[in-house]
């Protein structure tokens, strides 16, 4: 379905909510964004059409749990427009955090966080999206915790280091990361949260450690010492051998 110049705002909302469709609902979705996106130069045109249309904004909260990723992007985008024009967006977004369903959740605080807001509820959605198996989501997921330690500080700083002692292997992987960047850029001291990864039993979360490490300022001669001895003796070639690299870096 194709949704022409006179934008038929009920059929896209109908079109959005099939069942069956994804892609007739990623055209709705799609087609709405295109449409706000042309809309915001006229505001009183984008006023009027939440006036007519009181559900759009439930609609496109509700589509954030969309399993095609692609509807859930358009109406992320749409809801990022339509909260400078509508006082039911945070609200709705924030009630979506409660859901119960991860992918919603997440959907949700990313477009808050979008929007430069923070409440703590958000944090278990950006945590959770840090130990997702695919690789795009958890580090769209720890750029905005980045994005939101600029503004907020230190909530963001300790929801970070709690990632690092997640059960998920790939979630204390991902925050190890995350620590390195916020140690870099002086949010928190980094070298205290990154040298309890050094003993982790998991050689991809070692690895994360080292290279986090490698971003700091300066690192201590504990931490020298102990990436001497990782390089001698750590069970996995990969993980020696980025230790190693990362001392021949930082001898100078």
Not at 74 to 81: D, W
Not at 142 to 161: F, H, Q, T
Not at 181 to 196: D, F, T
């Amino acid at each position: 379905m194709q949704f022409g110049n006179n934008f038929n705002f009920e059929e896209a909302l109908r079109a959005l909510q099939d069942p069956w469709d994804p892609e007739l609902r990623l055209n709705a979705a799609a087609s709405i964004s295109r449409w706000l996106a042309e809309a915001v130069a006229a505001p009183e045109q984008v006023e009027e059409t939440l006036a007519a249309h009181p559900d759009l904004v439930d609609s496109l909260v509700r589509a954030l749990a969309d399993r095609h990723k692609g509807v859930q992007v358009h109406a992320a985008e749409c809801l990022e427009v339509l909260a400078h024009f509508s006082p039911e967006v945070v609200p709705a977004l924030r009630s979506a955090l409660q859901s119960g369903d991860a992918w919603h959740a997440w959907a949700a605080a990313i477009v808050l966080a979008r929007l430069n807001l923070w409440w703590p509820e958000m944090g278990p959605a950006l945590a959770g999206a840090m130990g997702s198996r695919n690789r795009d989501l958890r580090w769209a997921a720890a750029s905005l915790v980045l994005r939101l330690a600029e503004r907020y500080g230190r909530p963001l700083a300790d929801l970070a280091v709690a990632a690092t002692q997640d059960p998920d292997p790939v979630r204390r992987r991902m925050a190890g990361y995350l620590v390195g960047e916020m140690g870099r850029r002086q949010y928190l001291e980094a070298e205290p949260v990154l040298l309890p990864l050094l003993e982790d039993p998991e050689p991809e979360v070692r690895r994360a450690g080292i290279l986090a490490l490698n971003r700091q300022p300066s690192l201590s001669p504990v931490a020298r010492e102990r990436l001497g001895q990782i390089a001698g003796a750590d069970p996995d070639p990969f993980v020696r051998r980025t230790a190693a690299a990362v001392l021949s870096r930082r001898s100078t």
